[in-house]
């Protein structure tokens, strides 16, 4: 996997002049690892490139898909072939017009092997975007083109219910500066280098300490937006961010820790927020290795785990307990609950996985033991202590391992972990979870692998019938939960700390909150 080594860099880039005027300080999560639209990978990355960039559409406040540097655009009769009309007069943050050209050469980027994009399953809907992926193809065949400099044509491989939802959400679609890229190569997302189109351009990337963007007068709707700069500061320790929030150092910041959830109820009330969440959290295990094969043991684990107390009592932030590859907020999404164990006594559920464990060659004399790697930050931690002491009632030792966000991500996309607890966001629909177990997909962690769940998911992910595409869905997941292809542990909800002079701020299933959108007004 090709990813910029931006973050290892010890000095200080600067491009732009700093901004006069209102400042927005926003605590995000991690140190992001890439900048490039193409080649992101977490949200704490997306949460800046979509200040940066705009594709073909965008979202609104609330997450939904409105136009973007398209104004408007038709679909065949067949569902098969958008024609997207672009708006007048779109440039660079240098001048440079951007034309259709700059479109396609973004999707064709997106899926070009040699980008090596994390997400590339997502593309998978345009027409020969697979086979592009894999090699077979070269990226000029990939179903876009440019009709003229105004107006592009994308054909998919098939009628697609979420595809504006799609090019709304996700980054690998944005288009790319042509003229920049061909001078740059790879290096095209430093400051200094990089022009974006959005309403933001970058400023400054001063490793683990701040990003900075500046106002983007070139930005088709420049006059909307509120703030002249943004300011984004890494905050993985919850704690460390919400004494910045305190302080007024942070305006607003999307996590607090769970722990101080009932202070901060107390406290703070109009600053705290919850919202349900389109995000699952789950332990990736990993298939390629023994005994993780075994699907007695992935079940065993499972079982073991209760997560009313994990939700209810340990983390009580608003998260639910997770029996499905996708949260349950999806409207029509109800999965077969044949599936479920929450309402088995725990006795029983501990027993049953201490009977599956002996049959599979283990017990006091020889327990399962195994390295457990999780994402630093303080709910996690907690989450996964809990979990580790569900799983010593069975008999099962675990050996907790912390790593930073971006280090445990690579960890487990190079398979080097055992069990990982991981997390997803995806737009609220089946279509953007099925990537966590598709046997092709990049996302699939723990390397499980299922031909009718593909042949299932890749039939409704081309069904326009709404009951229908979530029956096949529901089969699917039940071929994966029978098979413990991951272990799903809560469905999450967005806990976020926000200063009562900030406007505009939503929200929202997918947490996005576009700067453009938001005000101060201290």
């Not at 997106?110 to 593309?123: H, I, S, Y």
């Not at 894999?134 to 065949?141: A, F, L, S, V």
């Not at 020889?366 to 989450?383: I, Q, S, V």
């Not at 008999?395 to 991981?422: C, M, P, S, T, W």
């Amino acid at each position: 996997m090709i990813r910029l080594l931006i973050v290892g860099l010890a000095c200080l880039w600067l491009s732009a002049p700093v901004a006069l005027g209102l400042t927005l300080n926003r605590g995000n999560g991690a140190e992001p690892d890439t900048l490039d639209p193409q080649k992101y990978n977490l949200t704490v990355e997306l949460n800046i490139i979509a200040d940066l960039f705009e594709g073909l559409v965008t979202a609104d406040e609330k997450g939904n898909p409105i136009p973007g540097i398209a104004e408007r655009w038709d679909v065949s009769a067949d569902g098969t072939v958008y024609t997207f009309h672009l708006r007048p007069d779109l440039k660079w943050s240098d001048g440079v017009a951007l034309t259709a050209d700059d479109v396609v050469a973004g999707f064709r980027r997106g899926v070009d092997p040699k980008t090596g994009a994390q997400l590339v399953d997502l593309a998978y809907v345009v027409k020969n975007a697979r086979a592009i992926a894999h090699g077979e193809m070269p990226p000029d065949q990939l179903g876009v083109r440019a009709v003229d400099a105004r107006t592009v044509e994308v054909t998919l491989e098939g009628p697609s219910a979420t595809f504006i939802r799609l090019a709304g959400n996700f980054a690998l679609f944005f288009p790319v500066p042509r003229h920049v890229l061909a001078a740059a190569g790879d290096q095209w997302v430093r400051p200094g280098v990089m022009v974006s189109n959005g309403p933001y351009k970058l400023a400054e990337w001063t490793p683990q300490a701040r990003v900075r963007l500046v106002r983007n007068p070139a930005y088709w709707n420049a006059a909307s937006v509120k703030v002249d700069e943004v300011d984004f500061y890494p905050a993985a320790d919850e704690n460390a961010a919400l004494k910045q929030f305190r302080n007024n150092e942070l305006d607003f910041h999307l996590g607090f820790p769970v722990a101080q959830i009932e202070w901060l109820r107390r406290n703070m009330p109009n600053e705290m927020h919850l919202d349900p969440a389109s995000t699952v959290t789950f332990l990736a295990v990993n298939q390629a290795k023994a005994p993780f094969n075994d699907v007695r043991v992935r079940r065993a684990l499972s079982l073991a785990i209760d997560r009313d107390t994990l939700t209810a009592r340990v983390l009580n932030a608003g998260q639910v307990p997770a029996y499905h590859f996708a949260p349950l907020i999806i409207e029509g999404w109800k999965p077969s609950p044949d599936v479920e164990f929450g309402t088995i006594p725990l006795a029983q559920r501990q027993a049953e996985a201490r009977k599956l464990l002996a049959e599979a060659g283990y017990g006091p004399d020889h327990p399962l033991t195994f390295r457990f790697d999780y994402r630093a930050g303080d709910a996690n931690r907690k989450a996964v202590v809990a979990i580790a002491g569900m799983w010593a009632q069975i008999g099962v030792q675990a050996d907790l391992q912390a790593n930073e966000v971006k280090v445990h991500y690579a960890k487990i996309r190079q398979k080097d972990f055992e069990v990982a607890d991981a997390g997803w966001q995806g737009t609220p629909d089946p279509e953007f979870f099925v990537l966590l177990l598709r046997s092709t997909s990049e996302s699939n962690y723990g390397s499980w692998s299922n031909a009718e769940f593909d042949r299932l998911t890749d039939e409704a992910s081309i069904t326009l019938d709404p009951a229908k595409r979530m029956t096949l869905y529901v089969e699917a997941d039940r071929i994966a939960m029978q098979d413990v292809a991951f272990i799903p542990v809560m469905y999450g909800a967005h806990r976020a700390l926000v200063h009562t002079w900030v406007t505009g701020f939503a929200g929202n299933a997918l947490n996005a909150h576009l700067s453009r959108f938001i005000g101060l007004e201290r």
